[in-house]
């Protein structure tokens, strides 16, 4: 009787006395990392709250009151907050961390996890495709000796990094392999080839399959083509991903390729930065309202946007495709001809050349290396030749395709884009290591993710800190399927940022880009801090994130 007494005393303590007594108990083990005195934002969108982090391993063990516990290393978060780490949904670092692992840059963005491969992707590559990335690779960078997607992810695992790395598959890299980089479609045999490269890319670990449909060979590729690859990617539940075929113009009928693509190859569908230029300035709430429809229609599709309203990208963007056609090399060559010289000028989208900046010139010589980080108005003004001729001699001049700055955004569409729900956050940036930091950069590269924090919530107050949070760590983990990072509670990878709302902020411009944002003071990559008190640590605990598809 008394057994059972006690027994209906315990049930009608409720579950709270248990769990008190529960927490009591594991207050007083030791930790490896204690977080004490910080709010933790928890990454779902749900208020702040005061509470300290518990960590053992590489994850996250405890969160509550652990005043009473011990740990090996303690953190003071006070007057700071404590989140998940930030996932960039399209970073491009898949080269600078074979030059320095740190990736400081990113780092000090709170970026601990880094998705990347638009378009193409480190692998797989042939022999020809290999050739070229040694002929234009940057000083560090280690001979290329990979081929397969698998073989990229295994050098890059035992070369080190600092961060998380996860990969898309490009669809230009079956392409090439299958076509090179001729202007049309794939036959049977062809066709059937590339989908066996991306059944061995995603069987090896890729989240998903990305076009880049303004960039050769990209834009040489069929609808029916994609929509071929995307369904083999779909098979092992990846996404596609894709820079839309316009972001101006014809926006509207690429969205509607996207949603095709999506709907017959029966996978979810993301749209990389999301932005309107050209002709479309000012209407993005139309191009939202697309996406709603589909949305409210049952299609998974969502965005992701950088914070800027500057785009960055190769110079060749303003050639025409037919010039391109073999590519850089043989553009190069055919551009001496002076007939083919003057059509591919007259057939440049140069627009107003004051609005281009150009941020490097591979290659070049002193002489040319002198226009680093000015406008193409201002470099032709010294070369006393027209904008579309002063880009041909920056081509002339280059091993590779030079990289330019494009001013053509408005704010108002960036800030519309930027407070809808399922829009998450991606740098479309690399980490600025070695010999880059001596020419120029877009400030993506150093504040994507701070400027989000610190001067679109504190400054404009566009939305919460929480929901800045949520876009960047759960949202952006639901899109590429992490189901053990994204959001900070117990059982989770212990990726974990902390930094003050307050003088959180991105220094870098564009004028003078390499400056590391502010505010963040610690970061934990699977439990180990590769920031700590705003210093740098010599930790490189990042992993190879390779998905696992259940087929």
Known sequence: MRVAICFLALMCAGPGAR???TTARAAQVAYDIRIINGDVIDGTGKPRFRADVGIRGDSVAFIGDLSRATSKVTIDAKGQVVT???IDLLGHSEGSVLVDPHLEGKVRQGVTTEVTGEGHSPGP???VMAAEMNRTKPPGFPEVTWRSMDEYLTFLDKHGSAINFAFYIGAANPREIALGTADRAPNDAEL???EKLVDDSMRAGAVGITTALIYPPGRFAKTEELIALARVAGRYDGAYWTHLRSESADIMPAIDEALRIGREAKVPINTFHLKTGGSMRGHMPEVVAKIEAARKSGVDIASSVYPYTATSTDLTSLVPAWALDGGYLPFVARIKDPATRTKVADAMRVGDSSTILIRNVPGGTPEMKQYERKRLADIAKSMNVGPAEAALRLFEA???SPIAIY????????QYALKQPWVAIGSDSGAVVGAAKETGAHPRAYGTFP????????DVKLFTLEEAVRKMTSLAASRVRFADRGTLRVGMKADVVVFDPVTIRDTSTYEDPHHYAEGISNV?????????DGKMTDALPGRVLRRKPGR
């Open 451 to 458: 400027r989000v924090l610190g001067h679109y919530v504190r």
């Open 407 to 414: 001013f053509g955004l408005q704010e108002d569409d960036l």
């Open 84 to 86: 998940p780490g930030f």
């Open 19 to 21: 769990t008190s007594r």
């Open 192 to 194: 059937k080839r590339m």
């Open 125 to 127: 590559i042939d022999d």
């Open 398 to 400: 280059s091993i590779s």
């Open 524 to 532: 934990l990559i699977n439990g180990a801090p590769v920031l700590r």
